[in-house]
């Protein structure tokens, strides 16, 4: 199982930015998908959910109405849309899968978002 | 959405010895479904986090029996029986009932 997380960098407040998660491994149609975020030298904040079937998405109180994350089942892959970033929202971004046995049962590498102007 | 509290925030463990972590929901996990969605996680330096243990007490494919999750309702708890060099890192605890939320971690390092 393999989870690639890319398209961090950094990007001036009120800026867009879109991530990438390409999967391997395992079939990626099956399975909800997830965002998660920890800003530097801090704890794990879960950002969002979709569905496998992409019917479902949910997110964080401080993402809604900013992020929007979607998928492309053809192309096993997972992408979070970020508009009007925030300082705040400095973070490296893990895309992760869920599984039979946990929500996040496997996890990218992370790629580092930083909002800076 | 449900708060989660470790405790300790950190922990200096000499090789060989056991470490417990506690974590703390503040409602019930137990669903009504039956199961109890409480997962603990390790994060080495560096590194993304990874699985640990799942529905309380279940050890994901790989993790060495060294390490046992126990409890119920709200009280949960990390045991690591003897631990080695390479168990250092952050743990977190997390609840799996929308939304997602995480133990704020507890860093254990080697004396």
């Known amino acids: 199982v393999q989870l690639v997380e890319s398209g961090g960098g950094v990007v001036q407040p009120g800026r867009s930015l879109r991530l990438s998660c390409a999967v391997s491994?395992?079939?990626?149609?099956?399975?909800?998908m997830h965002w998660v975020r920890q800003a530097p030298g801090k704890g794990l904040e879960w950002v969002a959910i979709?569905?496998?079937?992409?019917?479902?998405?949910y997110y964080g109180d401080s993402v809604k109405g900013r992020f929007t994350v979607s998928r492309d089942n053809s192309k096993n892959t997972l992408y979070l849309q970020m508009n009007s970033l925030r300082p705040e929202d400095t973070a490296v971004y893990y895309c992760?899968?869920?599984?039979?046995?946990?929500?996040?049962?496997?996890w990218g590498q992370g790629t580092l978002v930083t909002v800076s102007s | 959405d449900i708060v989660m509290t470790q405790t300790p925030l950190s922990l200096s463990v000499t090789p060989g010895q056991p470490a417990s972590i506690s974590c703390k929901s503040s409602?019930?996990?137990?669903?009504?479904?039956?199961?109890?969605?409480l997962y603990w996680y390790l994060q080495k330096a560096g590194q993304s986090p990874h699985l640990l243990i799942h529905?309380?007490?279940s050890r994901f494919s790989g993790v060495p029996d060294r390490f046992s999750g126990s409890g119920s309702g709200t009280d949960f708890t990390l045991k690591i029986s003897r631990v080695e060099a390479e168990d250092v890192g952050i743990y977190y605890c997390?609840?799996?009932?929308?939304?997602?939320?995480f133990g704020g971690g507890t860093k254990v390092e080697i004396k």
């Open positions: 529905e309380v007490s």
């Open positions: 992760a899968a869920s599984t039979i046995a946990a929500p996040l049962g496997y």
């Open positions: 409602q019930s996990l137990l669903h009504s479904d039956g199961k109890t969605y």
């Open positions: 491994g395992f079939t990626f149609s099956n399975y909800g």
């Open positions: 979709i569905s496998y079937d992409v019917d479902n998405k």
């Open positions: 997390m609840q799996g009932i929308h939304p997602l939320t």
